[in-house]
């Protein structure tokens, strides 16, 4: 037999660095997809930026790091950043409405109102309208709460730059964003109150839950058929409800779900997804709905995804 390799000092102290740097990468495995996912609104491309998160930082010699959170979000941060102007691009030859993905959220994460409200299908929407830097900065900052330095270092701007590009991030998404903080347990009614309608097909229950202004949003992707076009206003949403989803009939259901931290139906047909339909409720009133279709993006619909500050 040969003789066994011996683990010399240097073998064992690179072992051990290792050890460190997936311990570290670990503990925040869950923030760092957050930041990533609230930048990007894909689960899938999240988790790219995390494996080109791990390979950069398992070269990083941890004795300089300082703050090795601060460090880690700063390496996704900009890998980030690269893939949402990539992302971008992509979505200029979109079919239809693009909707961010959505994903499966455990219940207590509608308790952080804060956390809920900035994954929500509405918010992400809302970051969609930022340029790519803005976004970085708001979500650092906003989300985070990291300070005006380590986002300088994170988007390679000066602090005094990133206070500016944080005022102006602030103001346009304070213009854009839900009206009002809604608790669970409205949300909830609301929720039950809304699948009775939707499951019935009533036209008149679905009128009463529906705010004047609703808007019904579809993303199908060119895979599936969805509205081209927003559907704006109470009547238009209802009638489209009333006869599109009462089709399912006996072969399919539609159950409750948590999905970004907020109400949500997904409809099965046939047993499989076919649809999840994210609502957004201010004052107990529907205002938003937004309907995906587009398989691809349901892959996350069925395991929860931890998300995390």
């Known amino acids: 037999m040969g003789e066994r390799t011996r683990d010399t000092p240097e073998r064992v102290a690179?072992?051990?660095?290792?050890?460190?740097?997936?311990?570290?990468?670990?503990?925040?495995?869950?923030?760092?997809?957050?930041?990533?996912?609230?930048?990007?609104?894909?689960?899938?491309?999240?988790?790219?930026?995390?494996?080109?998160?791990?390979?950069?930082?398992?070269?990083?010699?941890?004795?300089?790091?300082?703050?090795?959170?601060?460090?880690?979000?700063?390496?996704?941060t900009r890998q980030a950043l690269s893939r949402l102007r990539t992302l971008g691009r992509r979505k200029e030859s979109y079919v239809g409405p693009w909707l961010p993905e959505?994903?499966?959220?455990?219940?207590?994460?509608?308790?952080?109102?804060?956390?809920?409200?900035?994954?929500?299908?509405?918010?992400?929407l809302v970051l969609e309208t930022l340029a790519p830097t803005e976004r970085a900065v708001f979500v650092l900052r906003e989300v985070f709460d990291l300070e005006y330095d380590e986002i300088a270092e994170a988007v390679d701007k000066s602090p005094a730059a990133v206070r500016q590009i944080a005022h102006r991030a602030r103001a346009h998404v304070a213009a854009r964003r839900p009206r009002g903080v809604v608790s669970p347990a409205e949300a909830r009614d609301a929720l039950k109150a809304f699948q009775r309608a939707v499951e019935t097909g009533d036209l008149q229950n679905l009128l009463d839950l529906l705010a004047p202004d609703v808007v019904l949003v579809g993303d199908g992707g060119g895979l599936?058929?969805?509205?081209?076009?927003?559907?704006?206003?109470?009547?238009?949403?209802?009638?489209?409800?009333?006869?599109?989803?009462?089709?399912?009939?006996?072969?399919?259901?539609?159950?409750?779900?948590?999905?970004?931290?907020?109400?949500?139906?997904?409809?099965?047909?046939?047993?499989?997804?076919?649809?999840?339909?994210?609502?957004?409720?201010?004052?107990?009133?529907?205002?938003?709905?937004?309907?995906?279709?587009?398989?691809?993006k349901l892959s996350r619909v069925e395991r929860e995804t931890t998300v995390s500050r």
């Open 14 to 76: 690179r072992a051990d660095r290792m050890d460190c740097a997936t311990e570290a990468f670990v503990a925040h495995r869950n923030l760092l997809f957050t930041v990533a996912y609230e930048m990007l609104g894909s689960a899938a491309d999240a988790e790219d930026v995390l494996q080109e998160t791990w390979l950069r930082w398992a070269d990083v010699d941890l004795d300089i790091v300082r703050d090795r959170r601060a460090y880690l979000v700063r390496i996704t």
């Open 102 to 124: 959505p994903l499966l959220t455990a219940p207590d994460v509608a308790e952080d109102v804060e956390l809920a409200d900035s994954v929500s299908m509405a918010m992400l």
């Open 224 to 296: 599936k058929e969805a509205v081209l076009q927003p559907v704006v206003g109470a009547d238009q949403v209802a009638r489209l409800l009333a006869v599109g989803l009462p089709r399912i009939g006996g072969e399919g259901s539609v159950e409750p779900a948590q999905m970004n931290g907020c109400p949500a139906l997904i409809v099965r047909l046939n047993g499989e997804i076919d649809s999840v339909v994210a609502v957004r409720i201010d004052d107990g009133m529907v205002t938003g709905l937004y309907v995906v279709r587009n398989p691809e």
